[in-house]
């Protein structure tokens, strides 16, 4: 058996835990010795279906795109509000 250093170990674990941390998930992972689900995921199922379920997360996913262009206009304005202020300010125009 190849005997693999710790140290080498701890940066691949370190990676994998950010990319957990990031996608939102544990970074330790339940083991029910697989013959159950875990509680924390029927507690969160639970919330889940609360909240209105799969149509309420398929309902926000469709809304997302609107959403983005309602900020993108948002933005854009305050880019030409401030364009103007700057404008303004700079030619003394005030």
Same mark, same amino acid.
């Given at each position: 058996?190849? &005997?693999v @250093? $710790? !140290? %080498? &170990?701890? @940066? $691949? !674990? %370190? &990676?994998?835990?950010?990319?957990l941390?990031?996608?939102?998930?544990?970074?330790?992972?339940?083991?029910t010795?697989g013959?159950e689900?875990?509680?924390?995921?029927k507690?969160k199922?639970?919330s889940?279906?609360?909240?209105?379920?799969?149509e309420?997360?398929?309902?926000?996913?469709?809304?997302?795109p609107?959403?983005?262009?309602?900020?993108r206009?948002?933005?854009?304005e305050?880019?030409?509000?401030?364009?103007?202020?700057?404008?303004?300010?700079?030619?003394?125009?005030?």
């Open positions: 058996m190849l &005997r @250093p $710790k !140290v %080498s &170990r701890v @940066p $691949k !674990v %370190s &990676r994998i835990n950010r990319l941390a990031a996608k939102n998930l544990p970074a330790a992972i339940e083991d010795g013959n689900v875990p509680e924390s995921i507690e199922a639970e889940v279906r609360g909240l209105g379920g799969l309420a997360l398929q309902k926000k996913l469709y809304e997302l609107e959403h983005l262009q309602r900020n206009d948002i933005l854009n305050v880019g030409v509000v401030m364009f103007s202020y700057c404008f303004v300010k700079l030619c003394g125009m005030e």
